[in-house]
């Protein structure tokens, strides 16, 4: 709409304002509300049609009210704006709620953040006075069991002169259970080594066969007292693992002695080498009871017993610690086992190929220290 | 030329039980000659007499540890060069690594089996390069 025909505009709705105000018509009330919806439908802005309804109301003079009806249609091109103005509000308030609500959970999240910081620092107190605890108790236990284990040692070698039966009987109790004792405190200390993960390992090349060969000698000693014969199957020559071999030494032992406690009277137990794939499996077979099908899931957990007969032969943490050895090592630990005919405790390990320095097959072999 | 035969163990270690059973296991069991000093300072007072041929030394002593008492022993000539090996029940790996560092030829952990306590020794005197 030209400014021209805006003007004529504002002043045909001036007139007819001004003719309802002096006679009340309701005609010309209507003939102000016609023009401005044309006028509105002719792209006139809301606000320049506000604009010229103040204008032709004030010239009304004398102070007469402008017909509200007459700028109705104000109020119905601007109930758009309205609307949007309230859903606007709504929004917003929608919108501050959200943010309420978020910073609230990032409240909540920060203070559990700061409680599981807080218990992480706890844990990590308890694990070194744990550590603390052990070390300290390492050396308190060990400087007087040194005394007592080394002198009924002494004794058992005859040096205090010759002992009558009984005398014999009770210095053996007393020596047995304090190599049961000196391997407890070993043994809680190789797990605290496990736990803290400052076990060390000295790895070098190890030829099965002198090494098994050398491990049946060193526990036929103990075997012989429960009536037990140790013996080695044939081993694939020139087999070789990576190893360190105090530390796979004491694996040995612990299978071959745990063989040896639950062998019958003059039973054998056979260790026996095989090769599968990239793997050596090392194995340890003895013609006892078997193991208790309700202790099978729970063997290798620390102080696990399968009854009293077996915690009088040890603590139940040597298969924990064997196990964790192995693993150590890149390799697996198991067993095989069916009651009233015997078990084979076995473990896998990758075979060494001495000459290249490798392991003779690539495979899912974890990384060895 | 054959290597000189150990006979003389100069043992430092506190405790005075651990010293029976110790000088027992390598005089009465193993017969070297033992001398027994509850200290560092007896140590470096007996050394220059004694003439080790081998140093047995605790680590956890009152006063001056195994380790102070190895500096010390190291800084008198009649134990200058004289072959150290650590008995203790001290044994976690960053404590070994530390003794070997100070160049100890071996490490025995407490307890010990004292009847085998002398052949481990030598076989400890045999193998030192």
Redo the contacts between chains.
């Keep these: 709409m030209t400014t021209l025909a805006v003007a004529a505009l504002a002043e045909e709705y001036a007139a007819a304002l001004q003719e309802y105000s002096a006679s009340g018509s309701e005609a010309a009330l209507a003939r102000a509300y016609r023009l401005g919806r044309h006028a509105l439908s002719d792209g006139v802005g809301v606000l320049e049609m506000a604009a010229l309804h103040q204008i032709a109301s004030a010239r009304l003079g004398g102070g007469a009210p402008a017909p509200g009806r007459a700028g109705e249609f104000l109020s119905e091109a601007l109930a758009p704006f309205e609307l949007t103005r309230r859903g606007l509000l709504e929004i917003t308030a929608h919108l501050e709620d959200a943010n309420n609500g978020l910073q609230r959970r990032l409240a909540e999240a920060l203070q559990a953040f700061e409680t599981a910081q807080d218990e992480l620092v706890e844990r990590r107190r308890i694990e070194e006075l744990k550590n603390e605890f052990i070390?300290i108790i390492?050396?308190e236990v060990?400087?007087?069991?040194?005394?007592i284990?080394?002198?009924l040692?002494?004794l058992?070698?005859g040096?205090g002169g010759e002992l009558n039966e009984q005398g014999r009987q009770l210095l053996e109790v007393a020596y047995r259970n304090s190599q049961r004792l000196?391997r407890l405190?070993t043994d809680i200390l190789d797990l605290q080594?496990i736990e803290s993960g400052?076990?060390?390992f000295n790895m070098r090349p190890i030829e099965v066969k002198p090494f098994l060969t050398q491990a049946i000698e060193a526990t036929q000693g103990f075997a012989r007292k429960f009536g037990a014969r140790l013996a080695l199957a044939a081993v694939p020559r020139r087999a070789f693992v990576r190893a360190d071999s105090d530390r796979l030494m004491q694996v040995m032992d612990n299978l071959l002695s745990n063989a040896a406690k639950f062998s019958p009277p003059d039973g054998p137990v056979t260790v026996a080498v095989t090769r599968n794939g990239g793997c050596l499996r090392v194995s340890v077979k003895d013609e006892g009871p078997g193991i208790p099908e309700d202790f099978r899931g729970r063997i290798f957990e620390r102080f696990a017993q399968a009854n009293a007969a077996a915690a009088r032969a040890g603590a139940g943490l040597g298969l924990s610690i064997a196990k964790a050895i192995v693993e150590q090592h890149g390799g697996r630990l198991g067993f095989q086992t069916a009651t009233g005919s015997g078990t084979t405790f076995f473990f896998d390990m990758p075979e060494w190929d001495p000459r290249r320095g490798a392991p003779k097959e690539a495979g899912p072999w974890p990384a060895q220290p | 030329m054959a290597r000189p035969a150990l006979k003389r163990i100069l043992l430092v270690e506190d405790d005075p039980d651990i010293q029976t059973v110790t000088s027992l296991a390598l005089g009465s069991f193993g017969g070297f000659e033992v001398h027994i000093c509850g200290s560092a300072q007896e140590a470096v007072a007996a050394a220059g007499q004694f003439r080790p041929d081998l140093i047995l030394l605790d680590v956890m002593m009152p006063g001056m540890d195994g380790v102070d008492t190895l500096v010390a022993l190291r800084g008198i000539p009649a134990t200058a060069a004289v072959p150290v090996v650590f008995l203790t029940a001290r044994v976690q790996p960053h404590e070994v690594e530390r003794y070997r560092e100070l160049g100890s030829l071996a490490v025995i952990p407490k307890p010990f089996e004292p009847t085998a306590l002398a052949a481990t020794i030598r076989a400890i005197w045999e193998s030192r390069a």
Excluded at chain 1, 142 to 147: A, D, E, G, K, M
């Design positions: 070390c390492s050396h060990r400087t007087p069991l040194t005394s284990h080394g002198a040692n002494l058992s070698s040096l000196v405190v080594k400052s076990m060390t």
